[in-house]
């Protein structure tokens, strides 16, 4: 079984800067592209924030780019997202997702983590 958990999330005045951290553990044998998203209050669909690549290729949506930067560490199959110059509409719960290949077979499987909370005042 994979489980991931994100950290980071919490209170923080418009222009901060949080850093969300998301770790997977389980029988990994490796994984491919991880994700950020978001669930603003109210909304039922998620937003996609951010992605990497096992090569290291980022995508980032419109609304975040310039202002937050992902990364990842394969050695702690973890994944980072750096948010600057916070706004008050980065507010919500962030997940993270990510294409784990698990097995002899290296079948891959999607998996998410349990949300944090980030909350921007103006």
């Known amino acids: 079984q994979v489980e991931l958990v994100e950290s980071g999330g919490g209170l923080v005045q418009a222009g901060g800067s949080l850093r969300l951290s998301c770790a997977a553990s389980g029988n990994i044998v490796s994984i491919n592209t991880m994700y950020w998203y978001r669930q603003a209050l109210g909304n039922q669909r998620r937003e996609l924030v951010a992605?990497?690549?096992?090569?290291?290729?980022?995508n980032y949506a419109d609304s975040v780019k310039g202002r937050f930067a992902i990364s990842r560490d394969d050695a702690k199959n973890t994944v980072y997202l750096q948010m600057d110059s916070l706004r008050p509409e980065d507010t919500g719960v962030y997940y993270c997702?990510?294409?784990?290949?698990?097995?002899?077979?290296?079948?891959?499987?999607?998996?998410w983590g349990q949300g944090t909370q980030v909350t921007v005042s103006s």
């Open positions: 997702n990510a294409d784990v290949l698990l097995g002899p077979a290296k079948r891959q499987y999607g998996y």
């Open positions: 992605d990497i690549t096992s090569l290291g290729r980022t």
